[in-house]
């Protein structure tokens, strides 16, 4: 892989409108790296074109979805015929629901999956020819930590990163005998970005990130290092590795507390009406990195409710089977 202290590089992004695309970008145009960007929203896309032109990049916006083919295929176009190929392709654009998979919508699931699983696919189909090309590339995958383990409340979100983990998987055994191009997945703890206000929501209140959220420039600054050391994946924080093994070896323990603190901790007290947030069209809220709804509580405070309820759950008692009611919330919210 050529370094960027030897020339720049060309490095596509989807979903570079907000949060993670954008800080990715802003990061990579730091660098002097030329930016193809691609989202669904002008005018945010352009702010975040003009942010990075002002850090010194060279960069071309395209409006698209990456739902549409011909949308994600205009982004391999532009990059090699405005800089001559594509060092760096990230797949990051996604969406997410807020709601169990038997009471929200289908069709919404089905889109939260359309998105993060067939936008990164088109993204594939896209770069790959040119890497086989030019005989080398790198290829990010921008999964989770949902993509090794399950989490209530997100069902198809969940679905949909394991799924892109098992995309990432089949791609590097097609390209094994291609020794320079190179997939990663990266698989990122919980940061707070716009994420949380702009997903679908069917649980009538408000989704926060949880603690301990991570600042969005953390991330970013793991994706453009995976950029530069390319390999199969990159955890963010890598103690995330300690959550995952405590699941392998105590994982219906884990889950059960998993599902304590995401109703306790996950979800506001404000009413929110059924949304399909950001699925089908732009959210209209101001484009920025970091969202709006940080932690309800500090990691201080949430590690020990599980301390707490740490005894509950080893004791063999019925579990909820559903997320929890409004009115169940709003109890949680008078304690």
């Not at 991570?214 to 793991?222: E, F, K, S």
């Not at 201080?300 to 169940?328: M, Y």
Request: aromatic content about 6%; glycine content about 8%; overall charge positive.
């Amino acid at each position: 892989m050529v370094t960027n202290a030897q020339r720049a590089r060309t490095v596509v992004i989807t979903g570079a409108s907000s949060g993670l695309g954008r800080a990715a970008a802003v990061r990579f145009a730091s660098r002097g790296d030329n930016l193809v960007l691609g989202a669904r929203r002008e005018d945010a896309l352009r702010e975040t074109a003009e942010i990075c032109e002002r850090a010194g990049a060279r960069t071309v916006a395209l409006v698209g979805d990456v739902t549409r083919e011909e949308d994600v295929q205009r982004l391999a176009e532009a990059a090699v015929q405005t800089f001559g190929g594509i060092d760096v392709w990230v797949n990051n654009a996604g969406v997410t629901l807020f709601g169990s998979l038997e009471q929200a919508p289908l069709e919404e699931h089905r889109r939260v999956i359309e998105v993060n699983l067939f936008g990164a696919i088109h993204g594939a189909r896209a770069a790959l020819p040119v890497f086989r090309k030019q005989q080398r590339g790198v290829l990010i995958n921008v999964g989770s930590i949902l993509s090794k383990i399950g989490q209530p409340f997100v069902p198809s979100y969940v679905i949909s990163k394991f799924a892109l983990r098992g995309l990432s998987e089949a791609l590097r055994a097609e390209v094994a005998p291609a020794r320079d191009i190179h997939v990663c997945t990266l698989l990122p703890y919980a940061f707070n970005t716009p994420h949380f206000e702009s997903g679908a929501n069917h649980l009538g209140h408000d989704a926060h990130a949880m603690a301990p959220a991570q600042d969005p420039g953390v991330v970013a600054r793991a994706l453009v290092d995976l950029a530069d050391n390319p390999r199969r994946e990159r955890h963010v924080p890598r103690s995330a590795l300690l959550g995952l093994g405590m699941h392998a070896l105590f994982p219906r323990t884990v889950e059960r507390l998993v599902f304590h603190a995401l109703s306790e901790w996950h979800f506001g007290y404000e009413l929110e009406a059924a949304t399909a947030g950001n699925l089908y069209a732009p959210s209209g809220e101001r484009p920025r990195v970091r969202g709006s709804r940080p932690p309800r509580a500090p990691v201080s405070v949430v590690v020990g409710f599980l301390l707490r309820n740490l005894l509950g759950v080893l004791r063999p008692s019925p579990v909820a089977a559903h997320p929890p009611e409004p009115h169940e919330l709003a109890q949680a919210g008078a304690r």
